[in-house]
């Protein structure tokens, strides 16, 4: 397994294992971060002690203009009982992740060195939110980072019935307006299926990057 050094470089994504782990170590300096998102690369793990870095093969990616939504959700977009905004509460967003609680995981993978990395690349303009209020209270979200004419979900939450599936949807409507190309979701998951997400090669998923 490639072990990473202080040297700013990553190896070839095909190179990873068949989990999907390209490489182990470095650091989670913004620069390092940001070139592992555009080679396809990205950060997870449980500690800030034993970084790893991943490509999995196939892709999760959701295309904006593939977006599924439901007839029951096309009911709670209309009733407008939610509020969206884009990078009003960036950190809050990423704090909510880190804290829901998901079936079957005891801990989360947002560390503390990861959330102060995206707060950065925040700051810099590469990572941006989505927040869903309710009467005032931010009841769900997402966040990501952005490249360009892809963005990179990492994490959403929802406190309140559909707040998340609102997220993704203001997300898919504002990127295909835009005329970004996907949205990288990852891992498959059904909860990403059932919104219109499809697993592609990494091979393919690699050439929207370049």
Same mark, same amino acid.
């Given at each position: ?66 977006? #599924? ?7 709670? &977009?209309?009733?407008?009982?939610? $509020?969206?905004?884009? %990078? =009003? ?69 929802? #406190? ?7 997220? &993704?949807?203001?997300?898919?409507? $504002?990127?295909?307006? %835009? =005329? ?31």
């Amino acid at each position: 397994m490639y072990r990473l050094t202080d040297a700013l470089l990553f190896p070839s994504p095909e190179q990873a294992s068949d989990e999907g782990i390209v490489a182990v170590g470095g650091d989670l300096k913004p620069e390092r971060v940001m070139l592992a998102y555009r080679k396809g690369i990205f950060p997870w793990f449980e500690s800030d002690d034993f970084l790893l870095w991943w490509s999995p093969d196939p892709r999760m990616v959701l295309f904006p203009d593939k977006v #599924k939504i439901s007839k029951s959700m096309r009911a709670v &977009l209309r009733k407008k009982q939610f $509020e969206v905004t884009f %990078n =009003k509460a960036f950190d809050d967003v990423v704090e909510a992740c880190a804290k829901v609680k998901r079936f079957g995981q005891n801990g989360t993978w947002i560390t503390p060195g990861l959330m102060e990395v995206y707060s950065t690349l925040h700051t810099q303009g590469d990572a941006h939110s989505v927040e869903v209020w309710e009467e005032g209270i931010l009841v769900g979200g997402l966040y990501g980072i952005d490249l360009g004419t892809v963005f990179c979900g990492e994490s959403m939450f929802s #406190k309140a019935n559909n707040a998340s599936k609102v997220a &993704l949807i203001s997300l898919a409507k $504002e990127l295909k307006k %835009n =005329k970004y190309e996907l949205i990288d979701c990852q891992v498959p998951t059904q909860h990403l299926a059932s919104m219109g997400a499809e697993s592609i090669p990494r091979s393919e998923f690699l050439t929207y990057l370049t």
